[in-house]
């Protein structure tokens, strides 16, 4: 069955480095979305993207986060310069459609600690 | 804007104990509603979902009814199974906003044997 993937599972760095967290959608996919939850909170919505631009972005996705569709197949979410709050599990999700009833298939997640 | 509150957590039950999990929500226009799982260490899981009113999404034993009239997505199960210990998120998909999901807060459930 086709599955998200997202590399690294968990990811460490010092505050103020920048960092790139990588997914690979389901290939027949067009929309895709980055969601973080920080530890013990609810998940929260960060940025849509669909052809090759951002649909929406939520009060989170400032402008220290870009992201980018640098091929076909990767979908990737930089944060410049890390703050220790941006400590999170990332979540990449695609789906085929956009409409409401149009399911996000999740991968794993990448754990984010700022140190 | 569109929201979804859940029940406060955490739950405890004892193994084979019935189960309801409570979700309601505000959106406009007419949402999809959907329940995922979350295993400890473990990413997010669809566990059911339902596109419109009245509609029932049924997976692994868990049900959830889409009630319009109240608004409301709750998650039952009959009889609960120690391996059903995880986080459940109640979210839904609005059909206004670019398709994001919004989620509530997540119920911790542990079944005891």
């Known amino acids: 069955e086709p599955e998200v993937t997202q590399t690294p599972s968990h990811q460490v760095t010092q505050m103020g480095q920048e960092v790139i967290l990588r997914c690979v959608p389901i290939s027949n996919h067009l929309y895709f979305y980055w969601y973080r939850q920080i530890l013990g909170q609810k998940v929260e919505f960060l940025v849509s993207?669909?052809?090759?631009?951002?649909?929406?972005k939520s009060e989170i996705f400032d402008d220290q986060f870009s992201v980018e569709r640098p091929d076909g197949s990767n979908f990737t979410l930089k944060i410049r310069s890390t703050k220790l709050e941006d400590s999170a599990m990332y979540f990449c999700a695609s789906s085929e459609v956009r409409t409401s009833g149009g399911e996000q298939f999740f991968g794993p997640g990448t754990r984010l600690t700022v140190l | 804007g569109n929201s979804v509150t859940q029940m406060e957590g955490p739950v405890t039950l004892s193994e084979e104990a019935f189960l309801t999990i409570n979700c309601t929500y505000t959106?406009?226009?007419?949402?999809?509603l959907f329940w995922y799982v979350q295993y400890p260490g473990e990413g997010l899981q669809l566990l059911l979902k339902a596109t419109k009113a009245d509609d029932k999404g049924s997976n692994k034993g868990f049900e959830a009814t889409y009630r319009k009239e109240t608004t409301s997505f709750h998650l039952e199960k009959g009889s609960v199974q120690v391996s059903d210990s995880a986080v459940y998120f109640c979210a839904l998909s609005g059909d206004t906003n670019a398709g994001k999901s919004t989620f509530g807060d997540g119920t911790t459930l542990t079944v005891k044997p």
């Open positions: 993207f669909y052809n090759n631009e951002i649909s929406e």
């Open positions: 959106a406009t226009g007419y949402p999809s």
